[in-house]
């Protein structure tokens, strides 16, 4: 079956750099999204990378390889407000389902 | 702003019960997503539709069924609860293909 492979804990102090690694197996890729998730809040959209190459959105970068089936979540200047879980999501159809990943708890400490 | 919202936050329910759980988008979107959220487990897609009165089967649809009777509106429905569907349901909405989808801010489902 699919599957994205993610760490399942990353901790990191306020002003720091993280990267958060995603791996996938997959046929039918079309790309990948990453997404935010506040403990007891919903999921919301960070970044989408359909082509190789990093996408920027302002404190937040995504990156995605196609030959190497990876891709990555880069926060910089990291606030306490970052804590939170981060989930990749590979697109894996024409109509956008996504095929999420288990998520990478983020905890920033002062 | 796109809004996704479902019909409750939380629901206690007694193992048999059946369950409407529904999730309503304001931004003419064509794709529609049900997902359960289970701790270590991440999201799973239980069902999607990318028009009206269509419907596909996700990764784990057994126990669930849908409704998908105007554009803006998608129903889950679990005909007979098991305490094994205990969960946070969350609904998604998209316009098209692509990585973006909107959430509704889920239900709490507790069966007894």
Redesign the interface.
């Known amino acids: 079956g699919q599957s994205l492979e993610q760490p399942s804990e990353v901790t990191a102090v306020e002003g720091a750099i993280v990267q958060i690694n995603c791996t996938y197996q997959t046929s039918g890729f ?4 990453w997404y935010q998730q506040h403990d007891g ?5 960070l970044s ?3 082509l190789d190459g990093l996408e920027e959105t302002g404190r937040f970068s995504s990156f995605l390889s196609r030959s190497d089936s990876y891709g990555y979540l880069l926060l910089q200047e990291l606030q306490m407000k970052d804590s939170a879980s981060y ?1 990749c ?1 590979e ?1 894996e ?11 990478t708890k983020l905890s920033v400490k002062p | 702003d796109v809004k996704v919202t479902q019909s409750s936050r939380y629901l206690v329910k007694r193992t048999g019960e059946k369950v409407f759980l529904e999730c309503v988008q304001d931004m003419d979107h ?2 529609m ?1 049900w ?1 359960r959220q289970d701790p ?6 239980i069902y ?1 539709s ?1 028009d009206v009165k269509m419907k ?1 089967k ?2 784990i649809p057994e126990g669930y069924s849908v409704s998908r009777e105007k554009k803006e509106r998608f129903s889950l429905i679990l005909e007979s609860t098991s305490t094994n569907q205990t969960s946070m349901y ?1 609904c998604a909405s ?1 316009l ?11 239900t709490r489902l507790t069966v007894l």
């Open positions: 079309y790309g990948l999204s809040g919903a999921p919301t959209f989408y990378n359909a989930f999501a697109v159809g024409s109509q956008g389902n996504l095929i999420f990943g288990k998520g | 064509e794709n997503f997902y270590g487990l991440g999201l799973r897609l999607f990318y596909e996700g990764d969350l998209s098209s293909s692509g990585g973006t989808q909107y959430f509704g801010p889920g």
